[in-house]
């Protein structure tokens, strides 16, 4: 597959898109967002085992994140729709609406939903580790399709961050038990996808702005958990009990479109394995939040694997940094 298309005034020739970032502006901008986001979409599994608790299933999760979170996207949408016509020189195809909603669907509803599935039988911290195996899927989905090379400073750097992560995988895995098998299977399955998410974006990005994009992705994926759940529950399972409806609302705007717009503005200013990797920041933080508010013992385990995915994210920063 070629290369997806910069910006002409950001075009580098022999570098694909996935690699150059396709917005003027200063990296550590976009390592700020990408951090950010990461630490917000870390409290995710936290507000999910919040709400199974409360008796709310999967797809009534989903269906109430989505309904809460879906207007805001569409008000985004078209403020950015309004302001990006006048700026714009030529005007956006609707295939490119077609494709954003399309790449919404893989990355936002089938991730979502494999990554809320697999949360019935994980723990948030084993979840967050398996999830965050994305960025390994960057790498390798960018080598393969779109001919990015894998280069071995940054995969040391990796290595490293990846490292500390099966240091606590492992540790968990022992006290699992065989049921949680299934629930691997789920998570792996959301990764996969989350990582085509991730480089499937950066075009629709380019072209329509990551607001718009963003909107019209998340409206995509909202849409079609909506039919879901119309046809698998009653409209009356959508009542649920105060706490619930207040662990919706905090997933639906603390863990979801805050998060997305700010992983959108990252992956319009570094490149996509950038993103994923500083992403890694993520599992660090959903341990500690664990331990706070859902009484989890924090380990020699985690400690140690904390410090190698925050020095493995740290050196990888630098080694993007300093080869563009």
């Not at 500690?288 to 694997?305: N, T």
Request: aromatic share 10%; glycine share 10%; with cysteine.
């Amino acid at each position: 597959m070629a290369c997806l298309p910069a910006l002409p005034r950001e075009a580098r020739p022999g570098r694909c898109l996935l690699s150059t970032p396709s917005s003027a502006g200063p990296l550590w901008v976009g390592y700020a967002f990408a951090a950010v986001g990461a630490v917000l979409f870390a409290a995710k599994g936290i507000l999910i085992k919040l709400a199974f608790a409360e008796g709310v299933d999967t797809l009534t999760l989903l269906a109430l994140r989505m309904g809460l979170s879906v207007p805001i996207y569409v008000a985004v949408g078209l403020i950015a729709y309004h302001r990006g016509r006048d700026r714009r020189a030529t005007t956006v195809p609707a295939s490119a609406y077609l494709k954003a909603l399309a790449i919404g669907v893989i990355g936002y509803w089938f991730s979502s939903y494999a990554d809320f599935k697999g949360l019935e039988t994980l723990t948030p911290q084993f979840e967050r580790l398996i999830l965050f195996t994305y960025p390994l899927f960057v790498l390798l989905f960018g080598a393969a399709l779109f001919h990015e090379p894998l280069r071995w400073r940054p995969l040391a750097a990796f290595g490293i961050a990846y490292l500390g992560l099966a240091v606590v995988f492992l540790a968990d895995f022992e006290t699992g038990g065989g049921d949680i098998v299934v629930g691997v299977l789920w998570v792996l399955g959301a990764a996969v996808t989350f990582a085509l998410y991730q480089l499937l974006a950066r075009g629709g990005i380019a072209a329509m702005g990551a607001p718009l994009f963003t909107s019209v992705a998340m409206t995509g994926a909202a849409l079609v958990v909506l039919a879901l759940f119309l046809v698998t529950h009653p409209l009356a399972a959508l009542v649920v009990s105060g706490r619930a409806f207040l662990l919706s609302v905090m997933l639906a705007i603390g863990a979801t479109v805050l998060p997305s717009f700010f992983m959108s503005a990252a992956l319009s200013r570094i490149s996509a394995a950038a993103n994923s990797t500083i992403g890694t920041l993520s599992p660090v933080v959903t341990l500690i939040l664990a331990v706070l508010f859902l009484g989890e013992p924090l380990r020699g385990v985690d400690l140690l694997g904390t410090a190698m995915v925050v020095g493995g994210v740290g050196l990888f920063t630098v080694v993007d940094r300093r080869r563009r």
